[in-house]
């Protein structure tokens, strides 16, 4: 019989998710709207996991107009990456950057398709204006060779207006089909670890880059 230094088994998914809420979002929510609105007016779709639907270049946040947005969003995403630091089960002891962000206008008809997104360690997303039945967010792990001790290979969330979520970029999701007859209104950002050439940290948020 073999003898065994240590022997054991952990779960290792399902994967960690951080969630607020504002529940004064409302007061805002139009300024954000029309913001994007004026946006999407003046430029082009960008054709990734979006169809039919309005998705922004991913450096719009870059933008002078969209700096008191940006502020409320960074304080918001600091405050979830903390939340995300605390859960014994999260790996992140790093002071995570914002990549890119980008927004989506989901006209009615319009959907998002499967995507995880790469070269990011988090991603989250902002819902600014999602009415009744304008596409519920979809995540999904495929691992399908090994569902042992895992319930669960996807998990449907209702989003509500001033809702953020912070997960892993690792972990596949898509947004269903806008059933509604109302646009809907989601902005979603990366962060990645960065350090200086030096070996230090930068601080969070950069305002020379993006
Ligand atoms: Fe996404």
């Known amino acids: ?13 399902p ?4 969630e607020s809420l504002d529940k004064n979002f409302f007061k805002i929510k139009d300024e ?43 304080e918001r995403i600091l405050d979830l990456v903390d939340e995300f630091k605390l859960n014994e089960e999260s790996s992140i002891n790093c002071i995570p950057r914002l990549s890119n962000m980008w927004f989506n206008i989901n006209y009615t008809g319009s959907y998002n398709t499967a995507h995880t997104h790469p070269g990011s360690i988090l991603a989250g997303v902002l819902y600014v204006d999602v009415p009744k039945d304008s596409g519920d967010i979809q995540f999904s792990h495929h691992d399908f060779h090994n569902l042992t001790l895992v319930q669960h290979t996807d998990m449907t969330i209702e989003p509500v207006d001033g809702m953020m979520l912070l ?14 007859d109302k646009s809907r209104y989601s902005i979603a950002f990366n962060l990645y670890e960065y350090y200086e050439e030096d070996g230090a940290r930068r601080e969070w948020p950069s305002d020379s880059d993006g």
Not at 167 to 180: E, R
């Open 1 to 13: 019989m073999i003898e065994y230094e240590s022997i054991g088994s952990n779960l290792i998914l």
């Open 15 to 18: 994967y960690l998710m951080a």
């Open 32 to 74: 954000f709207k029309n913001w994007m609105d004026n946006y999407a007016k003046v430029y082009q779709t960008n054709h990734r996991s979006n169809v039919n639907g309005f998705q922004s270049p991913d450096d719009f946040y870059m933008e002078k107009g969209f700096s008191p947005f940006l502020n409320y969003m960074s």
């Open 167 to 180: 997960f892993p970029s690792s972990l596949q999701h898509s947004v269903d089909v806008n059933c509604s």
